[in-house]
């Protein structure tokens, strides 16, 4: 017993002697939330915005939208506060065995009507998309350009 | 016996004293008029007689296909279901029915379970709450029990229950509901952060989170492809080894499921604890953990101690970065998986038709919540080429940081890590919905998500009840692949702990009470 004070007494957070001796677990948290992080926040250019807009296909452009994709990266810069140096990143739990490879045969298929059935708009046996190369258009051009269709 | 477990009930049908049908048929009704728990979004009444009928027949020929024959289950509406609607609670996938079975599915109706519906959660999973679908916020079914009404003081009676009605916790809340509210027997969900585990604590029922690699995610929607597990709730440990056993093993269309042979198991009752080591990381006291849920855990490990175990605090230096770390890969993943949801082949398209482009963004807009939004947004942000090192590998190196924690501290000689499931009780939805998706989760899931992180195994088992009336839950964490042990502890703990059955007006009227549990002198 007297061991296990001694070596809780080193510890950074103090625990109280009585408590300790009963549960093994603290009776404070042992962490606290980080603080913002000091520093001028980076704010997300708008050439940036539009660069996210184009690659997740999702208009966010209001306000809101922006405040809240501010938030997600400030929540995400807590992470420079972990030393990772020298550290592998890891993809997945699984990666010291080997994955499952079948075969390459064919062993389903056949199934052309089926899989078109929850497509709203086909011809024959095609998916029917409106024309294509058009890219989305610049954000000042956007509301006329939505307004046309 | 609606109240009974599975095995009981599974007993009950082999002796006759119930069939098929009649079972099937009174946990139809009872999903009736519970209909205000809003717990399922599809009930799929028609195949489920069906299914009853032919399970019947199997043991009217006395060759019932095993314990899951005949036994009403739900299935959470991100498993794909030939026949049965699959929405993931999104306008995106209203009305998509998906030409094939996830391989759990598959592999319950082929051991003659009946699939009575398709159970309500976040949008696309994305939530703790179960709060954040297009079909509304599931209810949890304490919220109407009596132990919950008698401690709740109702400012007026008529805003009683319309107020102070409490969430499920998510996403699973459907599942966890369904099962809570004895309208199935067992129910999957899915775990990516703790979606399975915390709608268990919240709900009272058990949630057991396979290890990563143990059961098929084909068919399975996917969030987070490196986290997702399919999850089990049940009412009680044996049951959930069940329906383990009934799911896990190698899928050859899931190449992230291991090949090693798995044995399905029952659990020995354990009657000597005294050479477990039982490891209590102290980061688990996290801020904000109530003093009622920390009393309880501090109750638990003397439990263990006095029993004869070995209870040692330990540290798991990085648990604090699991939910940022989180925030970046869960993005980042959902950024990629949601790309398959542009109005062409399947799900929601807008009317939109100037170009195809403009199609897939107003498809998108209309499709998706803001929640959904939100996260595909800010994984295409930390995908960028000059974000990537900063934030996805950086995340995927603290990843690392945190599955060593595990890999030490089980190293070290610990078997199971006894923690809090939740920081506190189930919020009243009036409550719950002050604050937006992302800080929620971060909140909520600060003590389940580790485990995702590192593929370990973990369980939610109900301990005891608040002051409020409302249930509190325990995790337990085990070795990869080590779900037997970790099982057989939680059984040994369910057993000790005795936790109340939730007692249900609607459900007294329907049930004719075989199986009166006798429980008393509760943990609390």
């Known amino acids: ?25 603290p009776p404070r948290p042992a962490w606290q939330h980080g603080e913002p992080r000091p520093g001028p926040q980076q704010q997300v250019t708008a050439e940036v915005l539009g660069q996210l807009e184009h690659l997740a296909l999702v208009d966010f452009r209001d306000a809101e939208g922006v405040e809240r994709l501010q938030k997600a990266i400030r929540f995400a810069d807590q992470l420079r506060e972990v030393n990772t140096d020298g550290v592998e990143p890891m993809d997945s739990v699984l990666e010291d065995r080997c994955l499952y490879l079948r075969e390459d045969d064919v062993t389903e298929g056949n199934c052309t009507e089926e899989l078109l059935k929850n497509a709203r708009e086909k011809v024959e046996e095609y998916f029917v998309a409106p024309p294509g190369n058009i890219p989305l258009p610049k954000v000042e051009d956007q509301e006329t350009f939505l307004q046309g269709s | 016996m ?65 314990v899951l024959d005949g036994i009403p289950i739900a299935v959470k509406d991100n498993f794909n279901t030939a026949g049965i609607e699959t929405t993931c609670a999104s306008n995106m996938l209203k009305g998509y029915i998906s030409p094939y079975n996830a391989t759990v599915v598959q592999k319950l109706l082929d051991q003659g379970a009946v699939l009575l519906g398709k159970t309500n959660l976040d949008e696309f999973a994305m939530g703790s709450g179960s709060t954040d ?32 009605w409490v969430i499920t916790g998510g ?7 369904a099962v809570s509210s004895f309208t199935c027997f067992a129910a999957l969900g899915s775990d990516t952060g703790g979606s399975t585990r915390n709608p268990a604590a919240h709900c009272g029922v058990v949630g057991l989170k396979p290890t990563y690699g143990l059961i098929s995610r084909h068919g399975l929607i996917p969030l987070v492809n490196s986290m997702d597990v399919p999850g089990i709730l049940t009412r009680c440990v044996d049951d959930a080894a069940v329906v383990l056993g009934s799911l896990a093993g190698h899928d050859p269309k899931d190449s992230t499921t291991i090949q090693d042979n798995f044995k399905p198991f029952e659990l020995p009752n354990l009657t000597d604890v005294s050479k477990l080591s039982i490891g209590i ?19 638990a490990a003397d439990l263990f101690k006095n029993a004869g175990a070995k209870v040692v605090e330990v540290s ?27 109005g062409l082949e399947y799900g929601h398209r807008s009317d939109m038709n100037k170009s195809t482009e403009s199609m897939y963004a107003a498809t998108r807009r209309e499709g998706f919540n803001d929640v959904v939004r939100g996260r595909i947004l800010s994984g295409n942000y930390f995908l960028l080429k000059q974000n990537y090192e900063n934030y996805f590998v950086k995340a995927q190196k603290v990843r690392r940081l945190i599955a060593n924690d595990f890999v030490k501290v089980f190293g070290s000689g610990v078997d199971i890590l006894l923690t809090p499931t939740t920081l506190s009780d189930a919020a009243p939805y009036t409550e719950f919905i002050k604050e937006d998706n992302r800080t929620r989760s971060a909140q909520d899931d600060i003590l389940t998500q580790a485990a995702n992180m590192a593929g370990l195994p973990a369980i939610n088992v ?12 325990l995790q337990f964490i085990g070795r990869s692949f080590q779900e037997k042990q970790l099982l057989t502890v939680a059984k040994w703990f369910e057993k000790q702990v005795k936790f109340p059955m939730i007692q249900l007006e609607e459900v007294k009227r329907h049930d004719h009470g075989v199986f009166q549990h006798q429980k008393s002198a509760s943990f609390s």
């Open chain 2, 316 to 342: 798991l230096p990085h648990t604090r970065y699991s939910i940022v770390c989180y925030h970046v890969l869960c993005t980042a993943e959902v950024a990629s998986n949601m790309a398959r949801f542009d």
């Open chain 2, 133 to 164: 679908g297009v079909f509304g916020p599931v209810r949890n079914p304490w919220s109407y029990s009596r132990q919950y009404k008698e401690k709740s003081v109702p400012k007026s009676h008529s805003e009683d229950e319309e107020s102070n």
């Open chain 2, 281 to 299: 990381p102290k980061e688990y006291h996290a801020p904000g953990l109530s003093s009622e849920i920390l009393a309880l855990w501090s109750k």
């Open chain 1, 1 to 25: 017993m007297w061991a296990l004070r001694l070596c809780r007494g080193l510890r950074a957070v103090p625990v109280p002697p009585v408590r300790a001796l009963r549960s093994a677990v």
């Open chain 2, 462 to 473: 109900p301990t005891a009840l608040s002051e409020r009336g409302l249930p509190v839950g």
């Open chain 2, 2 to 66: 609606l109240r009974a477990s599975l095995r009981q009930v599974s007993a009950a049908l082999r002796d006759g004293h119930v069939t098929p049908t009649e079972l099937c048929q009174r946990c139809l009704s009872l999903i009736k008029s519970t209909k205000f728990l809003n717990a399922y979004i599809t009930v799929a009444e028609e195949s489920a007689l069906k299914q009853a009928e032919e399970s019947e027949e199997r043991y009217r020929r006395g060759q019932p296909l095993g």
């Open chain 2, 171 to 177: 996403s699973s809340g459907g599942s966890a509901a």
